[in-house]
């Protein structure tokens, strides 16, 4: 009878072992076995099999601080038990990436040390509250290309733990990224528990128009540094939005339906870079120009299909302005003299020019640039000129021999496709080649007449002029002494023979 036992436990034994070596090699992260049994089969199991757990079904990266389970075919976030198994492991993860598999919903997070998390490009249409209570270290969310829907996007998802100087904070919360999602509107209260947000993405969210709830959450980030609102057919901006965010440096607004220079950006007077590229604005002139904005660096207004003209003073409030891009606009033939230029409030006589380094003005309908657009052609770092009907006459000169020169200097790799459009004469004719040879182009007359031959002509009438005068005074003092007997001749016939010369050289 005992040697009976002792054969069974043996054999019950060798099982279990069996069966646990046969579950690791298929990865399986259930602790199942071995449950209901031996402490001493079960126990070496336990330990090789736990810290496998996530990090055989994803990619732990130790040296990078990665949990890497993005395109892995998952449809639900883990349970408790899997959670732990990433805890077990010791792999600090920093950044955890769970971005373009299926999953539907968010639980809530168990405590992780997780900065980054990316959620993006999966079907997440609800999120539990307080979901993202567990992660205190967060400071980057990543919810783009999912389903939310405003109905479903509760200020109370983002509830984080108790603090006593803020409502239930996510304190470290720097960054929210809620792109290509299905929201319209906003809770009024979305960021109430993100008092140190600085970066917000609503991109491709078709709000149309920022109504009042969605305007008081967006203005209530008095953190906010970063905006994004593009593609989101907005019509208008409200005007009091960035009345409260007093840092917003970065504003995103490109792909909307704004016709004019938002009057809203007035009190964005911390703005460094704006971009209004894509929104069917015709001209930027008169009452429609930028308002004072003394920090703006950078400035986009390019694919703007109905945009003609940038008249004067349309760039005088941005003193500071240092990379201007207007590109690609198929009807933007007038740039006017004085866009740029603003007198000095102390001495209005004196003109004052920002210090512009970078200027792309590629693939528009210029012809003609004044060389008073800006003061430091010199002093710049890209002129990006190609691809424009350039007007190559006398006024455009200073594009050759000025100009050019300048991009030869700094960018020589742009130099291409610079090329002239009119007059006929010279189309075609690469403005570089005209550079290289120091040409001289010719002025058109106030009759648009080309100048090659009105050039010609001239040259024609000097030759004839000083052909004719020895010519006119040998014949005078012929016709005066009457020698050979010649028959009297009238002066129509000698500005005939004026012409007659001078056609003859111009051919
Ligand atoms: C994970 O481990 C840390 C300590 O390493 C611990 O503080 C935390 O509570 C653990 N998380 C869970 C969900 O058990
Ligand atoms: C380009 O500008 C010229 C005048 O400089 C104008 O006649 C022409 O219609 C413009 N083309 C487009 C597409 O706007």
Same mark, same amino acid.
């Given at each position: 009878?005992?040697?009976?036992?002792?054969?069974?436990?043996?054999?019950?034994?060798?099982?279990l072992?069996?069966?646990?070596?046969?579950?690791?090699?298929?990865?399986?992260?259930?602790?199942?076995?071995?449950?209901?049994g031996?402490p001493?089969?079960?126990?070496?199991?336990?330990?090789k099999?736990?810290?496998n757990?996530?990090?055989?079904?994803?990619?732990?990266? =130790? =040296?990078?601080?990665? @949990?890497?389970c993005?395109?892995?075919?998952?449809?639900?976030?883990f349970?408790?038990?899997?959670?732990?198994?990433?805890?077990?492991?010791?792999?600090?993860?920093?950044?955890?990436?769970?971005d373009?598999?299926?999953?539907a919903?968010?639980?809530?997070f168990?405590?992780?040390?997780?900065?980054?998390?990316?959620?993006?490009?999966n079907?997440?249409?609800?999120?539990?509250?307080?979901? @993202?209570?567990?992660?205190?270290?967060?400071?980057?969310?990543?919810?783009?290309?999912?389903?939310?829907?405003?109905n479903?996007?509760?200020?109370?998802?983002?509830e984080?733990?108790?603090?006593?100087?803020?409502?239930?904070?996510?304190?470290?919360?720097?960054?929210l990224?809620?792109?290509?999602?299905?929201?319209?509107?906003?809770?009024?209260?979305?960021?109430?528990?993100?008092?140190?947000?600085?970066?917000?993405?609503?991109?491709s969210?078709?709000?149309?128009?920022?109504? &009042?709830?969605?305007?008081?959450?967006?203005?209530?980030?008095?953190?906010?540094r970063s905006?994004?609102?593009?593609?989101?057919?907005?019509?208008?901006?409200?005007?009091?939005?960035?009345?409260?965010?007093q840092?917003?440096?970065?504003?995103?607004?490109?792909?909307?339906?704004?016709?004019?220079?938002?009057e809203?950006?007035?009190?964005?007077?911390?703005?460094?870079?704006?971009?209004?590229?894509?929104?069917?604005?015709?001209?930027?002139?008169?009452?429609?120009?930028?308002?004072?904005?003394k920090?703006?660096?950078?400035?986009?207004?390019?694919?703007?299909?109905?945009?003609?003209?940038?008249g004067?003073?349309?760039?005088?409030?941005?003193?500071?302005?240092?990379?201007?891009?207007?590109?690609?606009?198929?009807?933007?033939?007038?740039?006017?003299?004085?866009?740029?230029?603003?007198?000095?409030?102390?001495?209005?006589?004196?003109k004052i020019?920002?210090?512009?380094?970078?200027?792309?003005?590629?693939?528009?309908?210029?012809?003609?640039?004044?060389?008073?657009?800006?003061?430091?052609?010199?002093?710049?770092?890209?002129?990006?000129?190609?691809?424009?009907?350039?007007?190559?006459?006398?006024?455009?000169?200073?594009?050759?021999?000025?100009?050019?020169?300048?991009?030869?200097?700094?960018?020589?790799?742009?130099?291409?496709?610079?090329?002239?459009?009119?007059?006929?004469?010279?189309?075609?004719?690469?403005?570089?080649?005209?550079?290289?040879?120091?040409?001289?182009?010719?002025?058109?007359?106030?009759?648009?007449?080309?100048?090659q031959?009105?050039?010609a002509?001239?040259i024609?009438?000097?030759?004839?002029?000083?052909?004719?005068?020895?010519?006119?005074? =040998?014949?005078?003092?012929?016709?005066? &002494?009457?020698?050979?007997?010649?028959?009297? &001749?009238?002066?129509?016939?000698?500005?005939?023979?004026?012409?007659? &010369?001078?056609?003859?050289?111009?051919?």
């Amino acid at each position: 009878m005992k040697l009976f036992s002792k054969v069974i436990v043996f054999i019950v034994c060798l099982g279990l072992v069996l069966a646990a070596e046969d579950d690791q090699n298929k990865n399986n992260t259930s602790n199942a076995t071995g449950e209901d049994g031996q402490p001493k089969a079960d126990a070496p199991t336990e330990e090789k099999e736990l810290p496998n757990g996530l990090c055989s079904t994803c990619n732990c990266d =130790a =040296a990078k601080k990665l @949990f890497d389970c993005s395109s892995a075919k998952l449809y639900k976030l883990f349970n408790m038990t899997e959670w732990l198994t990433l805890n077990a492991s010791g792999v600090a993860t920093d950044t955890m990436l769970l971005d373009r598999n299926g999953i539907a919903s968010v639980p809530q997070f168990p405590l992780l040390d997780v900065k980054i998390l990316d959620l993006s490009h999966n079907n997440i249409s609800t999120i539990a509250k307080k979901a @993202f209570i567990g992660l205190s270290n967060l400071e980057v969310l990543d919810l783009s290309y999912n389903m939310l829907t405003s109905n479903n996007l509760i200020p109370e998802i983002f509830e984080g733990s108790y603090n006593p100087d803020e409502y239930l904070p996510l304190e470290k919360l720097r960054v929210l990224r809620l792109g290509n999602n299905q929201l319209h509107s906003l809770d009024q209260d979305l960021f109430e528990h993100m008092p140190n947000l600085e970066e917000l993405s609503l991109v491709s969210n078709v709000f149309k128009v920022i109504d &009042r709830l969605s305007e008081t959450a967006i203005a209530s980030v008095k953190t906010l540094r970063s905006l994004d609102l593009s593609y989101m057919e907005l019509l208008s901006i409200p005007e009091y939005i960035f009345n409260a965010p007093q840092g917003l440096e970065y504003l995103n607004l490109t792909g909307n339906l704004l016709t004019t220079i938002p009057e809203a950006l007035i009190y964005a007077t911390h703005l460094k870079w704006l971009s209004l590229d894509e929104n069917p604005i015709d001209n930027i002139q008169g009452d429609h120009v930028f308002p004072t904005l003394k920090s703006l660096e950078y400035l986009s207004l390019s694919y703007i299909t109905p945009l003609k003209m940038i008249g004067r003073g349309a760039f005088s409030n941005l003193e500071g302005l240092k990379e201007v891009h207007i590109c690609n606009n198929p009807e933007f033939s007038f740039f006017h003299a004085d866009a740029f230029v603003r007198s000095d409030p102390d001495e209005p006589t004196r003109k004052i020019w920002p210090l512009v380094k970078k200027l792309y003005l590629h693939n528009n309908n210029l012809s003609t640039l004044d060389a008073q657009t800006l003061a430091r052609w010199d002093n710049m770092d890209v002129i990006d000129m190609r691809v424009n009907p350039w007007n190559c006459d006398c006024q455009n000169q200073w594009l050759v021999e000025t100009l050019l020169p300048q991009i030869e200097k700094t960018t020589p790799e742009i130099m291409n496709n610079v090329v002239c459009a009119t007059p006929k004469q010279m189309a075609g004719v690469s403005m570089v080649d005209l550079e290289h040879k120091h040409s001289q182009m010719r002025c058109v007359d106030k009759y648009g007449n080309n100048p090659q031959n009105d050039g010609a002509l001239l040259i024609g009438l000097l030759i004839g002029l000083l052909a004719g005068i020895p010519l006119t005074a =040998a014949l005078i003092m012929i016709y005066k &002494r009457g020698c050979f007997g010649l028959v009297r &001749r009238g002066p129509a016939d000698f500005s005939r023979a004026f012409y007659s &010369r001078a056609t003859n050289d111009d051919y």
